[in-house]
């Protein structure tokens, strides 16, 4: 017999709680908040709003199927099955946090607080949950194939991204490396920088997007659902060693973007989870490019 299909809500700790669990109290948290000029009771709204969010949609979900949630902070102990139906209810960040994880299960993104949020993710109410749960596995039902980026070290170490994958030192640092563009004539450059970011089309409405603005670049920005990603090394320093020429470009298909360490250590993370990283020492190498994988979102 197949199994029943499974929604796993995803979800986060709120402000609120994150208030509550340092300060003690809500007495001592809106105390400690007034000192600094905000209200708790903006903050306890938006908790209020999220666990009504959370609790409609879990009640919309077929009697004959099951259920479980997981917080963020555990996705990386957390085991996926193919039958899932993931749930994701938040902020748009929330999904690129769970894509990582993922093998093809589709997903649904709830948004919590509309208005506060872009919805770039999130794109669907609590409301319609019913409906959309009882589409999801359904043939034909609309789904963007998102494209993901991924990076895998020499030593077969991965590493898998929704919006982008930042290479560098611990705490932003300078880093030191050699760059280069795989099947690119063996151009390679030593450089000292911030670090680099390779980011796809879904990140190109944040962080990436930022440091494309900043530079005033002549890159087109790739669509979310294009093989296609685009690169930029972050402030690099020009030295009588270390280069600037290589700052920018994009990767196609199955072109890849190499860096080669020449420090005591680097770090590779995706979508700002930096507490789940990959850590590289002197002389490994690292090649980042498009991901096999997709992330499907529904509607």
């Known amino acids: 017999m197949s199994l029943a299909p499974r929604v796993v809500l995803v979800h986060r700790t709120t402000e609120y709680e994150e208030l509550v669990a340092r300060h003690g109290t809500h007495g001592q948290a809106a105390y400690f908040l007034r000192s600094r000029g905000r209200d708790i009771e903006e903050v306890a709204e ?41 749930v994701v209810v938040g902020q748009d960040g929330l999904v ?121 670049s002549a890159l087109a920005l790739p669509h979310p659902s294009e093989d296609r990603l685009v690169w930029f090394v972050r402030e690099a320093w020009p030295s009588p060693v270390t280069g600037t020429s290589l700052v920018a470009g994009e990767l196609a298909g199955s072109a890849s973007l190499r860096l080669t360490v020449e420090s005591e250590q680097l770090i590779v993370f995706g979508d700002g989870m930096e507490s789940d990283s990959l850590e590289l020492t002197w002389g490994q190498t690292v090649g980042v490019g498009v991901c096999g994988q997709r992330l499907r979102l529904v509607g």
């Open 96 to 216: 690129a946090n769970v894509a990582k994880y993922l093998a093809g299960q589709p997903v649904l993104g709830f948004d919590t607080d509309p208005g506060r949020n872009p919805g770039v993710l999130v794109r669907h109410r609590p409301a319609d949950a019913g409906v959309l749960l009882a589409s999801a596995l359904a043939a034909g039902t609309g789904a963007d194939e998102l494209t993901m980026v991924e990076a895998v070290a020499d030593d077969t170490q991965r590493l898998v991204a929704l919006n982008e994958i930042y290479l560098g030192a611990v705490g932003h640092q300078t880093a030191r490396y050699r760059l280069g563009l795989e099947g690119d004539g063996g151009v390679v450059e030593a450089q000292a920088s911030s670090g680099v970011l390779v980011g796809t089309g879904t990140g190109a409405t944040g962080w990436l997007r930022s440091v494309w603005q900043e530079r005033s």
């Open 46 to 86: 938006r908790h209020r709003r999220a666990r009504r969010a959370l609790a409609e949609i879990s009640s919309a979900v077929p009697l004959t199927w099951r259920q479980t949630q997981v917080e963020r902070a555990d996705l990386d102990r957390f085991l996926f099955a193919p039958e899932d139906v993931v």
